[in-house]
């Protein structure tokens, strides 16, 4: 054992072991090299800790920024993009399938118009029009609800078609002051339509029973696995052509005496371009947005109200809704005007 008191010669350093060559070349060799290793591996955990945080976070942010930009994006589109009380011309669009939840629906149609026609800015209302048709129920509301609003604000309404204006979009345009399409506008097809598909003749070559039961003689008439009597198809053209009659009377009331009665087939679900339109009738004549605003409103500047569904809506739709509505549309068909 070693005395504390001890002291040594003078000149006597004590041996201590010079470094081997091995001690250089293994690192596990050199004295405390276990804790060295242990600290630099908690440390490299660490360091990997905290560049996983800082991605997590990252991440979050991110989709927080982006929730954030489509909650802006939804309402800036809803919103007009000018000062209401300067002077301008308001554009409603009307494009695509006129249907229930639809971008085209009746009810965002309608809510930009009364918008629009509240707006004491707005000299006068354009209805931008590029649709194939759709739904006749649809078509009357917003028929209904633009002699109202004329009535009401006593302000000019008028149709601009750019591709098409056919059916249900023709339905609507029919209530406006004056129609405005390009020379190669397709413009008409003033009918109404039930389709749908029938499969009992494939049911009865691949042997498969269609078990449909219903309360009621009828209530199943539509189903395409089950065969039409006579009457059920009398009934459905009765129905068809009660609302064919609607759809003549609407063009009659709203294009007065600018309507050629006597052109073959006008009332046939027959469709011309904008340039025989304007001859028969069907428009008052060729023009666009700019040229309706400039030339008609007195108001150049031009500035849209279109309501539409917000970018989660569609989503939600495309996943989900969009799915059952396919289904429904096979099983139940109804009365279009396309």
Not at 32 to 44: I, M
Not at 66 to 78: D, E, I, K, M, N
Request: aromatic share 10%.
């Amino acid at each position: 054992m070693t005395d504390p008191n001890r002291t040594e010669p003078e000149g006597f350093e004590p041996f201590e072991p010079a470094p081997s060559k091995n001690m250089a070349k293994d690192p596990t060799q050199r004295p405390g090299w276990e804790r060295a290793t242990l600290e630099k591996l908690a440390f490299a955990s660490l360091n990997e800790q905290r560049a996983t945080r800082r991605w997590k976070t990252f991440v979050r942010l991110s989709w927080l920024a982006f929730f954030v930009f489509l909650a802006w994006f939804a309402l800036s589109r809803g919103t007009p993009s000018a000062a209401k009380t300067t002077a301008h011309t308001a554009v409603v669009e009307i494009k695509g399938e006129i249907a229930n939840g639809g971008d085209a629906s009746a009810e965002f149609v309608v809510a930009a118009m009364k918008t629009a026609f509240e707006d004491e800015g707005a000299k006068g209302v354009v209805l931008l029009i590029n649709s194939p048709g759709g739904s006749p129920v649809q078509a009357g509301i917003i028929n209904d609800e633009i002699k109202r609003l004329k009535a009401k604000y006593k302000k000019p309404v008028y149709a601009v078609v750019e591709e098409t204006c056919a059916s249900a979009a023709y339905y609507i345009a029919a209530a406006t002051d004056k129609i405005f399409v390009d020379k190669a506008s397709i413009v008409g097809s003033i009918g109404v339509l039930m389709d749908g598909f029938g499969f009992t003749g494939v049911m009865e070559k691949v042997g498969v029973e269609r078990r449909l039961l219903t309360a009621g003689e009828n209530k199943g008439f539509l189903d395409p696995f089950s065969p039409m009597s006579d009457a059920q198809r009398a009934h459905a053209q009765t129905m068809l052509n009660q609302i064919h009659t609607q759809f003549i009377n609407v063009v009659k009331a709203g294009r007065g005496d600018r309507l050629k009665l006597d052109t073959p087939g006008l009332f046939s679900g027959l469709f011309w371009s904008g340039e025989q339109a304007v001859e028969f009738g069907l428009a008052d004549q060729l023009g666009n947005v700019d040229f309706v605003a400039r030339e008609v409103i007195k108001a150049e500047e031009v500035i849209d109200y279109t309501r539409r569904d917000n970018v989660a809506e569609k989503l939600a739709k495309k996943f989900g809704a969009a799915m059952a509505e396919t289904t429904v549309r096979l099983m139940h068909t109804a009365p279009a005007l396309r």
